[in-house]
């Protein structure tokens, strides 16, 4: 059975901590993971300091590389915070208070981001030639999203398209559902079906908790270690002799009413994805490596770098070998690079459709949001859950009252962990949402069946890995050829 956090969420340091009342809209809020910390205070000069010690000067060392975690794994990241959180009104001008955020994705491991609202409400994301699957379309022999006549792809949520490999990522997920459909409707799987149950709905659930089951024991222990995963996350018998089941032990994550996301996770400790992401890939065999953006507009350019919201183009299908591990050839493996403060250059001038407004640089935006919502210092929050703090030695920057959460949490993986993983703070704030959010849910499968295990093809029975579901999809797996 799951924990369920105690009632212990206070005042914030802005104002009281506001519930949403019981709803149907997919909605939440933000809030505060340690609300009785101060805000960090530090100017823009200090923060355009930092930033300037961010930025990758030197050819990356490919010991560097992280041979633990490879490069699909980057923007699987990506697509999973895409399924968690989404705040279209905040502004990097302003000081916002979290706790009158609204998160306007739900905040739940459901794949919202696939299937939206549902057909009823969304149909134009699914096939109308063939109710119960998602939409997907074909050009130049090849798959892409499906796009209206302006290439904007008709997804649930539009920030999967902003690149080429989370758009993949995407595609896949589309493709899962119809293959996992297309089984059960000749027969398969029909010990798995709930009484009463629309097989396009039995489709949907196998479909998430597939997915959850991937977040939790494949992409959440690569990113967090094994430690810390075991720790948050304890598999044991209800009663001796019983059957094992999955419980959630949190210690800092708490909420009173209602649910919310953290913005300690969601602006700091979750995007140490950011520092993973290589300056450029390997697409396939055909496409040369190109860099992931590049600070010209996509239109001006678009065979020039990796970056979305276009029609795919022609002899661009990902070849998933090089992103995901035991698909095909190993030495294709490309890895993604260690955590660390240091993000590479693409990142530092980001394209005009990448931003909404401010600086085109990724290191200042994140400085400067993080302190705009009043974010801690890393050493007040590492204190606060019992880890010693770094030195000033071990940061590399002037302390000045406090270090940036962001930046925090990046030098400690890299002091603590080598960069292989998050360290204990990062991990552990990272591991508590996560699992907390799903612990929560009452649709997934922590709290419907704790002693679930996955049950489609995979390479280890009893488990699923992100390699197993794009094998099962059969997508993504042959070397492109021109």
């Known amino acids: ?9 206070g005042r914030t340091e802005l104002r009281g901590l506001r519930q949403l009342p019981a709803s149907r809209l997919s909605q939440g809020r933000f809030g505060r993971m340690f609300p009785r910390l101060p805000a960090l205070r530090a100017d823009d000069e200090r923060l355009e300091k930092i930033a300037a010690t961010m930025a990758e000067t030197a050819p990356r060392d490919p010991a560097d590389d992280n041979e633990r975690i490879p490069s699909g794994y980057s923007y699987l990241g990506q697509f999973i915070d895409h399924d968690v959180t989404f705040d279209p009104v905040s502004t990097l001008i302003r000081r916002s208070d979290p706790d009158v955020l609204t998160d306007f994705r739900s905040p739940r491991f459901d794949l919202d981001n696939v ?4 057909p009823r409400d969304q149909p134009y994301l699914y096939d109308a ?10 050009h130049d022999d090849e798959l892409d999203l499906p796009r209206n006549s302006q290439q904007v792809a008709l997804i649930g949520d539009p920030r999967n398209d902003e690149n080429i490999f989370v758009m993949h990522l995407q595609l896949t997920m589309l493709l899962f559902h119809n293959e996992v459909l297309r089984r059960l409707r000749r027969g398969e799987f029909a010990d798995v079906i709930k009484a009463g149950e629309e097989l396009a709905d039995a489709a949907q659930r196998i479909v998430r908790w597939h997915y959850q089951w991937v977040v939790v024991h494949d992409f959440l222990r690569r990113v967090v270690g094994e430690h810390t995963l075991d720790d948050v996350l304890r598999r044991e018998p209800l009663l001796a002799g019983c059957t094992e089941v999955e419980q959630v032990k949190l210690r800092f994550f708490r909420w009173k009413h209602e649910i919310f996301m953290p913005v300690e996770f969601s602006v700091a400790a979750y995007r140490f994805g950011h520092s993973m992401i290589r300056a450029g890939y390997k697409l396939n065999t055909i496409v040369p490596p190109l860099p992931i953006f590049t600070p010209e507009p996509a239109r001006d350019n678009p065979l020039a770098h990796f970056g979305g919201f276009r029609t795919l183009p022609p002899f661009w299908q990902i070849e998933w070998a090089r992103f995901f591990p035991g698909l095909g050839d190993a030495a294709l493996l490309q890895p993604a690079r260690r955590i660390d403060t240091q993000l590479a250059p693409p990142l530092l001038d980001m394209p005009p459709e990448q931003v909404a407004a401010g600086t085109r640089n990724l290191a200042l935006r994140n400085l400067t949001r993080g302190v705009r919502l009043g974010l801690p210092s890393g050493e007040d929050v590492a204190r606060a859950m019992g880890v010693p703090p770094l ?26 962990a080598e960069g292989r993983h998050l360290g204990p703070t990062g991990g552990r704030i990272v591991a508590e949402v996560l699992l907390g959010l799903l612990a929560d849910d009452p649709s997934s499968y922590l709290r419907v069946d704790p002693g679930w295990r996955p049950f489609l093809p995979s390479t280890d029975a009893g488990d699923f890995t992100m390699p197993d579901l ?13």
Do not use: N
């Open 391 to 416: 030195s000033p030695s071990d940061l590399g920057i002037p302390a000045e009252g406090g270090t940036p959460l962001w930046f925090y949490l990046l030098r400690e993986s890299r002091v603590l």
């Open 470 to 482: 794009i094998r099962f999809t059969g997508f993504g797996l042959t070397p492109i050829t021109g």
């Open 1 to 9: 059975m799951t924990q369920h956090p105690p009632a212990t969420h």
């Open 129 to 138: 030639r063939d109710p119960g699957m998602m939409l997907v379309d074909r």
């Open 115 to 118: 299937y939206g609202r549902g």
